[in-house]
């Protein structure tokens, strides 16, 4: 359910109108407790969001939390 979530994120043009619904709903996401054991691909999608609006710094923020997150998984 997660990947089709986010693969329908990917498909979704981000305009000005629906940025700010985006980023509302990726983080609904990352809150959600059931979906603990997809923080990895959440986080990255949330890290992938901010480097198209231009946060730099906040999408290197969000892939190290998702790097993180695959080595907790791993283990």
Do not use: C, W
């Amino acid at each position: 359910m997660i990947n089709a979530e986010i693969q329908k994120i990917r498909n979704t043009a981000i305009t000005s109108e629906n940025q700010e619904e985006m980023l509302e709903y990726l983080t609904d996401l990352e809150e959600n407790r059931e979906n603990r054991p997809f923080l990895d691909k959440i986080y990255r999608q949330v890290a992938e969001f901010h480097l198209e609006q231009g946060s730099d710094s906040l999408a290197l923020v969000y892939f190290n939390k998702s790097l993180r997150a695959t080595r907790t998984n791993q283990s």
